[in-house]
């Protein structure tokens, strides 16, 4: 055991669910308007926006106001939004399932919409197992903010020592490791189960 974990807090986006922005727009606007949509940066900052609490009616009205040229793709991308989500992560919800069964108190931190975080609960129900599970847009904080890993320590009553934070963004996993929180960057399940056994959390 490298480290005294006693809990794990988990991402959802690419960790415990699959997710992909293109999946809601193909076939419904052209190949070159997908590209531009998820090149532009300003849909990117206001994305940034909803994850820390920004509703989507706001969003569509900044939208008409200030990017018309996307106005077709972003509501091509609400209306078919749970496509983002095609599937849960492989092997993810089989490490999470083993954790609770081993009694480790396991909990979810995400950057997600407060008005569709029930697509991933949806798509993967081990999120429902989650002992609790902050969602960013709820509560008008995101990742990497060092102020959400603090609120998800105080909320969850974990020590972040003692707290293993799981996340595939390398900026989250430095943001958690700055305030304390043991880390894992997260690539595949096989990998993260790896590192739980050699934790002592799971038996190999």
Known sequence: MTDAVEAVVFDVAQVIVEWDPRLPLVGEISEDAIEA??????????NAEADAGLGIAEMSVRIDAD??????????YVTHFPRCVPAPMAGTT?????LIAAGVP??????WWA???TVPR???P???RLRDVIVSGEVGLAKPDPAIFLLAATRFGVTPERTLF??????NVDAAAGVGFATHHFTQAAGLREDLVRRGLLSA
């Open 166 to 171: 799981v996340d595939d963004s390398r900026p």
């Open 115 to 117: 008005e569709n975080f």
């Open 126 to 128: 081990v999120i429902g």
């Open 94 to 98: 089989e490490v999470i399932d083993e």
């Open 106 to 111: 396991v909990y979810g931190l995400s950057n």
């Open 67 to 76: 990017m018309p040229e996307i106005r077709d793709a972003f509501a091509a």
């Open 37 to 46: 949509f998820l090149a532009h940066a300003g849909f990117w900052a206001l």
């Open 122 to 124: 949806a798509m993967a």
